[in-house]
């Protein structure tokens, strides 16, 4: 498997997830048959996967797309903060 370089979503192939549930599978797979997970993912250079956030947690602020985990990587530099958790 390879991911691209910039942030993706997850899918995953479980077949039928909802036991044998024709009806209710449709509702939650995608045309192909994939299950988004909301998870952020980006692939490193050694080819592992790092979850970066979660779809449903991103704020739309000026048309831009932020995520809070990349407001944390920026607060977490200052001096004074040494954990925080953007919500």
Request: glycine share 6%.
């Amino acid at each position: 498997m390879r991911l691209p370089s910039h942030l993706s979503s997850v899918l995953t192939d479980l077949g039928n997830i909802h036991n044998n549930n024709k009806l209710e599978t449709e509702k939650t797979v995608d045309n192909d048959g994939w299950l988004p997970s909301s998870d952020l993912v980006i692939m490193n250079d050694d080819d592992y996967i790092k979850l970066v956030g979660r779809i449903k947690d991103m704020i739309i602020r000026g048309g831009k797309n932020i995520y809070p985990k990349e407001i944390e990587e920026v607060l977490c530099k200052h001096f004074a903060i040494n954990d925080i958790d953007v919500m």
